[in-house]
């Protein structure tokens, strides 16, 4: 099936632990994105990729980094500079981000907390 | 990007009409508006997008006023799986732009 695919469901941070989010995607999209939703919250832009080996900060980017070396992938590793982690992280990606190309489809999210 | 304004909830019965509003009264004249919409726990989904003219696809009907000011998203015969938070997004369609998800509306079909 064609879609996007975020890994793990579920993650558990521990105190001071980098973790890394998996966001797989077989659509041939150039663009990518990462957003954070904290409960009754809507989305927040954390990092997004125009194209690989590129990507861009953004509302929210502190304690996060992302990497692109991969058309299909763009994980996205939550640092321990991140001090309220706990949240649920959405993926997507769009053809170009341009335009009408800019409808983007969504992965099924990943809940991260911290133990 | 121009701001959005919706209701925070909305309640509808089954099989009724369900009409969402949205304000932007902002909207410049190369912004496009987008609609998604969360089910709990889920990702959101794509809905309908618009420029000018109204649009309609298998989902539902987007209907944009003649000033652009504001736009109604109707879903004809809303079911219980209709249940969702649904987002009204202006991006603009010249260059690269980022969507802006606000808190959306809270739509809750009833038996």
């Known amino acids: 099936d064609g879609g996007i695919t975020q890994s793990p469901k579920y993650l558990f941070r521990k105190e001071g632990q980098n973790v890394t989010l998996s966001c797989e995607q077989n659509l041939n999209h150039d663009a990518m994105y990462w957003y954070r939703q904290d409960p009754g919250q809507g989305l927040r832009l954390i990092y997004y990729?125009?194209?690989?080996?590129?990507?861009q900060k953004g509302d929210i980017a502190e304690g996060y980094s992302v990497s692109r070396e991969k058309k299909e992938s763009f994980p996205l590793t939550v640092t321990s500079a991140q001090k309220n982690p706990t949240a649920f992280y959405l993926c997507?990606?769009?053809?170009?981000?341009?335009?009408?190309?800019?409808?983007?489809?969504f992965g099924a999210g990943t809940r991260l907390s911290v133990l | 990007d121009a701001k959005t304004t919706q209701p925070p909830s909305m309640d509808c019965a089954e099989g009724r009409a369900a009409n969402l509003p949205c304000n932007h009264s902002t909207i410049s004249g190369n912004e496009y508006v987008y609609w998604y919409r969360q089910i709990h726990s889920q990702g959101p989904q794509y809905i309908i997008h618009?420029?000018?003219n109204n649009e309609t696809n298998e989902m539902a009907s987007l209907i944009i006023t003649e000033d652009r000011k504001s736009s109604t998203l109707i879903l004809p015969h809303a079911t219980l799986r209709d249940t969702a938070v649904y987002y009204c997004i202006v991006s603009h369609d010249s260059g690269y732009s980022t969507l802006t998800f606000g808190k959306g509306t809270m739509l809750l079909v009833s038996p």
């Open positions: 990729s125009q194209i690989v080996n590129d990507f």
């Open positions: 618009g420029l000018k």
């Open positions: 997507a990606s769009s053809i170009d981000g341009t335009g009408e190309q800019n409808i983007q489809y």
